[in-house]
């Protein structure tokens, strides 16, 4: 392509994707293209609010500004009078409308522009569908679900307000809870509740309130209105909003007949203003009386108590022990000496027990002693050393022995010794040496 007048001598690139810092575009380039591309745009059919319409006199086109109900967009739109006049009742700033127009850009001044081809008002009707369409996919993601409802504080800190600037809704809101409950503090954000600027102010004060501490229950009101003027809560914008809010919010749009998205998607749902001024705050009067028939019930109840207690104490009291306490003394002391009676006699059947073992046993101890045995007349021989002599080898003739006696003992010489050599010697000397076996056997046990 050739230089350009006005430029210094270059080549300039054929299409965008050929520029560079060193190789750009002038704009008077860039926007010619874009004419030129949006000139080959067929006509396109586009959905909107009309939120300015200004028709100069002694000219037939008006111009229209048409915004997106749901964001902060907006094109200017050129439409010839005729096609206004044609709408039934008319143009008016805020009605929603679909445009049939040609795309344009303005070179100048770089504005993308819309030339109106047919204008048509949309419907009550295919106003009425796409709500029925939203309900659906809201109910399909559960944003409708009893479960997901947040219920009301008893007694909220502060109640914030959404309504418009010094309206009915307003007032019904504030003197419906003050009369009920006089201390009850608001914080109110005023906002535009119809037209193309409603939905973006209502989702912010929402958004705004829910992130205030203090507030505990949020309420949107609004009066009543035609479904035009009811759409902004019906917006998908701001019921995603709402139903993002963590403090509760009360719906009170418009009278009982009318029924936004709003009141399926908010917590609860206020017929109107004045009853949402009933929901979020309980009455003094109620409560007062409430407190009075449960102080009344503590009261029978204690008394109940009281009255099961006394009989209680009435039916102990009669019993013919406490009526006669020394009789029941007398009947304890009756059952002391019964069981001290009864132990001494167990204690002296064991020592009588115990005794007779002792005696036996001292018995059979003496029985058995040398000391008896000596007794009986026997004597136990002990050589010079102390040994008992148990064996006539023991003892060769000649040698001194001492005898032991039961009282005392002897001095004796062995003359001579003999063994047991027959029948009569044997038993003689078997009498003799069982004693002096015994005797010996004594002494080695007293000895020991």
């Given at each position: ?14 299409t ?9 575009w ?29 028709h ?36 008016v ?100 509740v ?22 505990d ?11 035009e ?64 028939s ?54 002296e ?26 007794a ?73």
């Open positions: 392509m050739a230089a350009q007048a006005g430029t210094t001598s270059r080549t300039v690139p054929s965008a994707a050929q520029t560079s810092a060193e190789q750009p002038p704009v008077r380039l860039l926007t010619a293209k874009i004419s030129e591309y949006v000139a080959r745009m067929p006509s396109v059919w586009v959905e909107g609010q009309v939120v300015q319409a200004v100069r006199p002694g000219t037939s086109t008006c111009y229209l500004t048409l915004r997106d109900p749901d964001v902060d967009m907006s094109l200017p739109v050129t439409a010839h009078v005729r096609l206004l006049e044609a709408l039934p009742g008319g143009l700033e805020g009605a929603r409308v679909v445009v049939r127009a040609s795309p344009g850009f303005w070179t100048k001044r770089g504005v993308l522009q819309l030339s109106a081809l047919e204008v048509r008002a949309v419907g009550v009707g295919e106003l009425l569908a796409r709500l029925q369409h939203l309900k659906r996919l809201l109910a399909a993601e559960g944003l409708l679900d009893a479960e997901r409802k947040q219920p009301l504080p008893f007694l909220p800190r502060a109640v914030g307000l959404v309504c418009g600037r010094a309206s009915a809704a307003e007032r019904d809101v504030v003197r419906t809870a003050r009369d009920r409950w006089p201390g009850v503090r608001f914080v109110v954000r005023a906002v535009a119809q037209g193309v600027q409603a939905v973006a102010e209502v989702s912010a004060a929402v958004a705004e309130l829910d992130a205030d501490a203090e507030v229950v949020i309420v949107v009101a609004r009066g009543g209105g035609s479904l003027d009811l759409l902004p809560f019906s917006n998908e914008a701001l019921l995603r909003a709402v139903a993002a809010c963590r403090t509760p919010v009360v719906s009170a749009i418009g009278h009982e007949v009318d029924d936004p998205l709003l009141d399926l998607v908010a917590d609860v749902r206020a017929s109107t203003p004045t009853d949402a001024g009933r929901r979020v705050v309980p009455a003094v009067a109620d409560e007062v009386a409430g407190l009075a449960a102080r009344a019930r503590l009261r029978r109840a204690a008394l109940r108590r009281v009255e099961a207690e006394q009989a209680l104490l009435d039916a102990v009291r009669s019993r013919p022990a406490l009526a006669d306490p020394s009789r029941l003394l007398a009947e304890q002391q009756q059952a002391v000496t019964d069981a001290v009676g009864r132990g001494r006699r167990a204690l059947g064991q020592l009588h027990r115990a005794q007779d073992r002792l005696d036996g046993l001292a018995g059979a101890v003496r029985t058995l002693s040398p000391a008896s045995t000596l009986r007349g026997y004597a136990v021989l002990q050589t010079d050393d102390g040994a008992v002599v148990r064996s006539p080898q023991d003892a060769p003739p000649g040698e001194w022995l001492r005898a032991r006696l039961a009282d005392g003992a002897l001095l004796v010489e062995v003359v001579d010794t003999e063994d047991a050599e027959d029948g009569a010697e044997d038993g003689a000397e078997d009498g003799a040496g069982d004693g002096a076996g015994d005797g010996a056997g004594a002494e080695e046990d007293g000895d020991g």
